[in-house]
């Protein structure tokens, strides 16, 4: 499970409780940021107290010292959540970016078709044209703002054992293919009033 505060990381010292706390679960650090063009990007990376001013500009986001790309994930979070246009900067930002978020509770509420007991964005062609044109990885995530939404989406990887760290993570995002994993109980219950 990674951890993606708005505008900052978790701090360290408080995940690292939680892991002592947890020891069967895997937990990374991450923060999730809103550009000044209302794009937001999902970072995973390693544990530096980071935080972004919101609606910093591409150019100072990718310009911070915390920016290392081999030891980063990047992805494009609810990318056409609030709209169906193609955002003009995403050709300048795709080049930085390795995935997009596909599902999510935040994608699906108020916009959602069921398919065969899947819940899917009635916007799902718009983003695969989107993963298709920047050779996007896919993500599936429940993006919960509570704790009840946790694990109604999420990424399914096949790997020997959890990553022991967010650069191995990031890693291991770059070259694997997730699949999409659901809990339609928990979904439903999240995105119908």
Known sequence: MVITEHQRQWPSGELEALRQRFPGLALYN?????????????????????????????????ASSWFYEEACFLFFA?????????????????PYV???????????????????????PVTEDLYRKTRDRFGLKELFNSDAHDTAAVGSLANEITCSRPPASETELASLLKQ???????????LQNQIRP
């Open 98 to 120: 390795h995935g997009l978020e596909m599902n999510s509770i935040n994608i699906l509420r108020g916009q959602f078709q069921r398919e065969n007991a899947r819940y899917r």
């Open 78 to 94: 609810h990318l056409f959540r609030w709209s169906q246009h193609f955002p003009d900067c995403l050709k300048e930002l795709a």
């Open 30 to 62: 991450g923060f999730e940021a809103t550009l000044d063009n209302d794009i937001d990007i999902v970072v995973i990376t390693e544990s530096k107290e980071i935080e972004i001013p919101f609606g910093v500009s591409p150019e100072n986001f990718l």
């Open 176 to 186: 694997t293919t997730a699949r999409e994993y659901q809990d339609p109980a928990l």
